[in-house]
């Protein structure tokens, strides 16, 4: 579970996150959505303590976010999986494991998203989708409660995208707690439990899919969000 | 410090794969090896030498470090995002840099030297030129993963960086000239000293020099030196600031990295 009390953000005189009051529950997938430069990437970077919130506190279970332990409870997928260049998925793969110690067999992964041929080349020599599908493979890659995914599926091929939506269903058929950030509605109809929305910092609507389709009366997700997000720019 | 270890490997062989290594490596030992085959003189080549070693070590090492800090970028997020400490990631990031640029002035150095062996005519001396190398190498490595973690974004970091360069490489030679034509009519020798001691150029420049007995041509100043920098106190002193040429920058830039937002 990862809860965020009072949490603030601000670079310079741009307030990112305001006093956001926010829970991930154990065993839920949550997605977060917002118009571009909301803050669901910085929300993200403070869970990860890449980003250290000026006011608030964030917990993942039982750790402060600042500790490392924390840390090894998370799995994360970022948005950009440009890595080292010179060097193979495989060999990235390893200093993965060594890092953290719980590391999966990769190899059922690796033909999972079809990618045998390409694990002993330079990271720098393959395609901005397959480096996305190393990335993948390395959010999966080890067996911790709390998989974090920021923009998963931007880049994939649409049968690397099923592909990937079924693995995010069978971790969520695990119990595992996913939290992800998206701007493909299918993708986020098809595996989220909850929505989170942000808006100039704040968190303006938690809850299940079908009740911002009730609420806004919008037949589908993508036009319920787009309804929901004109009338609260309009107020 | 296992996790050190994982990416000290991994951006090591990082680096290892890529083709500056290897042009480093051949640079410095054609370089090397045309100088002592050309000049004809041991002594004049090995200045020359040490003009390389003083000047462009540090350049390759500030560009290096910074180039290879801002371009992996998504990287060190990833990096930071596995239960690893800041100051862990970044001394194995430090760490694998810097010993690719010492390999490569111990390989492209000797590399040079061991072509033209019949030419060379002390071995303490290379052997001095090789280890001023390093040191700078091991100081310019930290001084720019400092200024690149320090700076928000890549221009004012490189920039930034090839200031410090440029101003331990010349400028403040040229504020040390002004001093001394200033102060000429005072016994201002032994400031000279402490002022080397603040520069490590200088003092890697004052270590070949001495080492090539031509410390007359410097005047009472060569005098001075000698008569401190081969004492043990001078080699203690002079050992002890090439160290703290290079704690500093790492400490400063393991505490630099924990208050950094990335």
């Excluded at chain 2, 970091?157 to 090839?162: E, K, S």
Aim: neutral net charge; contains cysteine; glycine residues 6%.
């Amino acid at each position: 579970m990862i809860t965020l009390s009072s949490v603030s953000k601000r670079f310079g005189k741009n307030l990112v996150l305001d006093e956001i009051d926010f829970t991930i529950g154990e065993g839920r997938v949550i997605s977060m959505l917002g118009p571009n430069g909301s803050g669901k990437s910085t929300l993200i970077k403070c869970i990860l303590n890449l980003v250290r919130p000026n006011n608030g506190e964030i917990m993942v279970d039982m750790y402060r976010s600042t500790d490392v332990e924390a840390r090894r409870l998370i799995s994360y997928m970022p948005q950009v999986a440009r890595f080292a260049e010179n060097i193979s998925a495989h060999r990235l793969f390893s200093l993965m494991g060594e890092l953290r110690g719980d590391v999966r067999d990769p190899l059922e992964l690796i033909r999972y998203f079809e990618l045998e041929a390409h694990v002993e080349k330079p990271l720098g020599e393959l395609s901005g989708g397959t480096r996305q599908k190393v990335s993948a493979v390395l959010a999966f890659l080890f067996d911790t409660p709390i998989i974090i995914l920021d923009e998963p599926t931007v880049g994939l091929d649409p049968i690397s995208r099923v592909n990937f939506k079924n693995l995010v269903l069978e971790e969520k058929a695990k119990g595992k707690t996913i939290f992800f950030t998206s701007h493909i509605m299918s993708d986020v109809e098809e595996v989220a439990d909850e929505l989170a929305f942000l808006l100039d910092g704040k968190i303006i609507f938690q809850g299940e899919p079908k009740a911002i389709m009730t609420q806004t009366d919008q037949p589908t997700l993508e036009k319920a969000m787009a309804a929901f997000l004109k009338s609260k720019l309009k107020a | 410090m296992k996790s050190v270890w994982s990416i000290f490997k991994f951006v090591f062989l990082d680096n290892l794969r890529s083709a500056w290594a290897l042009a480093y490596v051949l640079f410095l030992a054609i370089s090397t090896y045309a100088l002592i085959y050309f000049t004809g003189s041991f002594t004049r080549s090995m200045v020359s030498i040490m003009n390389i070693v003083i000047l462009i070590t540090p350049l390759v090492s500030t560009m290096m470090t910074s180039m290879y800090y801002f371009n992996k970028t998504d990287f060190i997020y990833l990096l930071l995002a596995q239960p690893v400490s800041r100051a862990h990631a970044f001394l194995g990031i430090y760490l694998g840099i810097a010993v690719t640029l010492c390999l490569s002035i111990f390989f492209g150095l000797g590399l040079g030297m061991l072509i033209a062996i019949s030419q060379v005519e002390s071995i303490a001396l290379v052997l001095t030129l090789i280890s001023s190398g390093v040191m700078l190498s091991l100081i310019f490595s930290a001084l720019a993963m400092f200024i690149s973690i320090a700076s928000k974004d890549k221009l004012k970091g490189i920039g930034f960086a090839l200031f410090v360069w440029l101003f331990m490489a010349v400028i403040y030679d040229g504020l040390m000239l002004m001093y001394f034509i200033l102060f000429s009519e005072y016994p201002i020798e032994e400031h000279a000293i402490v002022l080397s001691l603040l520069n490590p150029i200088d003092l890697s420049r004052i270590f070949i020099m001495l080492q090539l007995d031509i410390s007359a041509l410097m005047g009472y100043s060569g005098a001075v030196f000698q008569k401190f920098f081969g004492t043990g106190t001078g080699i203690l002193a002079s050992a002890g600031a090439l160290l703290l040429w290079i704690l500093i920058p790492l400490i400063g830039f393991i505490k630099k990295a924990q208050k950094k937002d990335y």
